[in-house]
């Protein structure tokens, strides 16, 4: 079962649309149990930083969220892949969950419209799996206005947009995050959450 986390500031319904076209057993959920019994997690969201972060705590799944993230495949989908990192500077300095080191901060590009809305080409900066058997001219879907910086080390992909914006990022072993939205992304994105779920099955041989 995949847990799609629902703490009040995700776009879970489009998660859970794609991931039933799909096929997959997936529920919404906002138990912590419920959450340490799936097989893998889904972490969306919409809004800002630390609005989220705040819903995230008064949830009391901060502490499920960074336990489930080091055992099992994690995903985070645009803010709810920002939150994965350190802290942002979104309105006020905001710490985040940790689990992916760097920071979040607004996109820096004066001569672009702000945010940066639509579809945008991925460029592969280090392959993983959810980067498995994507096209070269692959495009995807994003609707944000900050950005993660991160060393090298955890970006996966990214776009250009007044610079690199980090699109897929890691930590190197079950985390993941999409600053874009694979639910919303036509097939590319549907063969993204089909390699994530594929994740569980290497999870279970360990």
Known sequence: MIAVIDYGAGNIFSVKNALDFLGYDCRITGAADEIEKADA????G??????????????????????????????GICLGMQLLFEKSYEFEECNGLGLISGYVDKIDAPDLVIPHMGWN?????????????????????????????????????????????????SDGKFVYGAQFHPEKSGTAGLKMLKSFVSLISGVKEV
């Open 46 to 75: 919409v809004g800002a930083f630390p609005w989220a972060m705040k819903k995230l705590g008064e949830s009391g799944l901060v502490d499920t969220v960074k336990q489930q993230a080091k055992i099992k495949p994690f995903l």
């Open 41 to 44: 997690v889904i972490l969306p």
């Open 121 to 169: 080409k991925l460029e592969i900066n280090r392959p993983c799996p959810l980067t498995d058997g994507l096209e070269d001219d692959t495009y995807v879907y994003f609707v944000h206005s900050y950005k993660a910086f991160c060393d090298d080390a955890a970006l996966n992909a990214y776009c250009e947009y007044g610079g690199k914006v980090p699109a897929l990022v």
